[in-house]
């Protein structure tokens, strides 16, 4: 069965503080890895899609690394309205598979 | 671009009543599904659709159904609601199977 876990469950930063959330995953044959924000009361909102080991994408202050078991979300002097819920999900070789989610890191970032 | 639109956004219901949650698409996306989202549990996925006419079981798709008549509405019923199907909804959809899904705005639903 696929599993993602998300580390910590919680973090709180003041402003300016740059830290990583994890995302290691255990599916077999990856064929995606995606990052969502969530704000509370909302959708999640698309951020990034990672395909192989060793790529990374970057929007402003966030960064989005994969390795073959893990990702992380590196997060660069974080602002107040980075507080978020971010969280991570994967997707099995075939293309048709839904998206399995992991639970979430929630992160506060304090002014 | 309105994206996805689910309505109603509250609802509370009395345990056995039935209801029918409606999630509308405006970006010609070919496939779309039913999350349900609890404290702790993180998104589950309930039913999804890879196309119009088609519907696939998810993780907990127990106690409901959904049809998709048209590509741009992905329905969730629950015929005989339970307290633990007290949760908050989201729809979401995606052009490929592969792309990043967008996701509706939720629906709490909480059955009494």
């Known amino acids: 069965e696929d599993q993602v876990t998300q580390s910590p469950e919680a973090l709180r930063l003041q402003e300016g503080e740059s830290s990583s959330l994890n995302c290691s995953y255990t599916v077999s044959g990856l064929r995606g890895l995606f990052w969502y924000r969530q704000d509370p009361g909302k959708g999640p909102e698309f951020l990034f899609t990672?395909?192989?080991a060793g790529e990374e994408k970057e929007k402003e202050r966030l960064k989005a690394t994969l390795t073959k078991k893990e990702s992380f979300l590196h997060i660069t002097a974080p602002k107040p309205e980075d507080s978020a819920t971010y969280l991570c999900a994967v997707q099995a070789p075939s293309g048709n598979t839904p998206l399995v989610f992991g639970k979430g890191t929630r992160l506060s970032v304090i002014a | 671009n309105a994206g996805v639109t689910q309505t109603p956004k509250f609802r509370v219901l009395k345990t056995g009543q039935s209801m029918t949650l409606l999630c509308a698409q405006d970006?010609?996306?070919?496939?779309m599904y039913w999350y349900r989202q609890d404290p702790g549990m993180g998104l589950r996925l309930i039913h999804y659709?890879?196309?119009?006419?088609?519907?696939a079981k998810g993780e907990v798709p127990d106690g409901y159904n959904v049809s998709r008549l048209k590509k741009q509405n992905f329905l969730l019923g629950l015929e005989s609601a339970a307290p633990s199907q007290t949760s908050v909804y989201f729809c979401?959809?995606?052009?490929?199977?592969?792309?990043?899904?967008?996701f509706g705005s939720g629906t709490r639903l909480t059955v009494v």
């Open positions: 990672l395909y192989s």
């Open positions: 979401a959809s995606s052009r490929q199977g592969s792309d990043g899904y967008t």
């Open positions: 659709s890879v196309g119009e006419g088609t519907t």
């Open positions: 970006m010609n996306h070919e496939y």
